[in-house]
Nanobody, 124 residues
Framework: QVQLVESGGGLVQAGGSLRLPCVASRRTFGSVTMGWFRQAPGKEREFVAG????????YYADFVKGRFTISRDNAKNTVYLQMNSLKPEDTAVYYC?????????????????WGQGTQVTVSS
């Protein structure tokens, strides 16, 4: 079984930074794409950022371009989300996800595996 574990969430001030790691454990396959999603209370889960593993190619939702950076570490089986210039509207539960079959996946249905989520709260 594959397990994804996110961490690094917490409370930060607007304009501050936070880095979220996602570690894949008991991993027996190579993912095509790794991504980050977020969900605020009462809202739909939305795509944040993705990385195509083999190409180390990244892509982002428009609302985080220039502020967030996704990266991966092959040796550690880890993907990171570096969040800068945080805004109160970034407050949400952030989820790590893996897709085994879709290159450049953006839709929730395209991802096979999900982490438990980590809470990020940005104060104004």
């Amino acid at each position: 079984q594959v397990q994804l574990v996110e961490s690094g969430g917490g409370l930060v001030q607007a304009g501050g930074s936070l880095r979220l790691p996602c570690v894949a454990s008991r991993r027996t396959f190579g993912s095509v794409t790794m991504g980050w999603f977020r969900q605020a209370p009462g809202k739909e889960r939305e795509f944040v950022a993705g990385v195509i593993w083999s190409a180390d190619s990244t892509y982002y939702a428009d609302f985080v371009k220039g502020r967030f950076t996704i990266s991966r570490d092959n040796a550690k089986n880890t993907v990171y989300l570096q969040m800068n210039s945080l805004k109160p509207e970034d407050t949400a539960v952030y989820y790590c996800a893996a897709s085994t079959g879709v290159i450049g996946a953006r839709a929730e249905r395209q991802y096979n595996y999900w982490g438990q989520g980590t809470q990020v709260t940005v104060s104004s």
